[in-house]
T-cell receptor, first 112, second 116 residues
């Protein structure tokens, strides 16, 4: 069975600081994709970043980067220079075949 | 390109009624997935459709059903509503999940269902 675990239900960070959200997953598959999605209070889910499991290089999108440790099945999200607009629920997701598996989310609050 | 649209945005129903939710994917996207989101459970996968065929189904009772039309639009139906069905129902589309070509899902704004 595929599972995704986000062990931090809530986190906070000071504006302009850096924060890391953790995610671990469990799978016996070798080909898969990993994602971080952001859901602001308005509820529209937005893709933040994606990572192909076959790529060793960590994905980066502006202030967002991941630390992908395939052997450890870990996929953390680092947000640099946190902004007030980063306040949202963040979901880690895992895709294998044609089905997504989501973690329970981490609620991030950026404090001015 | 227009994003994923879902209608209606809000619904109030009573126990025992049935409801149909609609999802229009991004133009050209053929895969549509449905999720139930509740505060305690996160996102729970309902089902995924591709080219009018249900390929995957989550662990939900048979009261939850869906279909996809030839234009890739999808509907989800819940019969005999229960209080516990109150949730945000999210639809997501992708070009072709599992094809190895485009593996990103794009979400709609959701339909908020309240069962009284």
């Amino acid at each position: 069975a595929q599972t995704v675990t986000q062990s931090q239900p809530e986190m906070s960070v000071q504006e302009a600081e850096t924060v890391t959200l953790s995610c671990t997953y469990d799978t016996s598959e070798n080909n898969y994709y990993l994602f971080w999605y952001k859901q602001p209070p308005s509820r529209q889910m937005i893709l933040v970043i994606r990572q192909e499991a076959y790529k060793q290089q960590n994905a980066t999108e502006n202030r967002f980067s991941v630390n992908f440790q395939k052997a450890a099945k870990s996929f953390s999200l680092k947000i640099s220079d946190s902004q007030l607009g980063d306040t949202a629920m963040y979901f880690c997701a895992f895709l294998t075949g044609n089905q997504f598996y989501f973690g329970t989310g981490t609620s991030l609050t950026v404090i001015p | 390109k227009a994003g994923v649209t879902q209608t209606p945005r809000y619904l109030i129903k009573t126990r025992g009624q049935q409801v149909t939710l609609s999802c229009s994917p991004i133009s050209g996207h053929r895969s549509v997935s449905w999720y139930q989101q509740t505060p305690g459970q996160g996102l729970q996968f309902l089902f995924e459709y591709f080219s009018e065929t249900q390929r995957n189904k989550g662990n939900f009772p048979g009261r939850f059903s869906g279909r996809q039309f030839s234009n890739s639009r999808s509907e989800m139906n819940v019969s005999t509503l229960e209080l516990g069905d109150s949730a945000l129902y999210l639809c997501a589309s992708s070009l072709a999940l599992g094809s190895g070509r485009q593996e990103t899902q794009y979400f709609g704004p959701g339909t908020r269902l309240l069962v009284l």
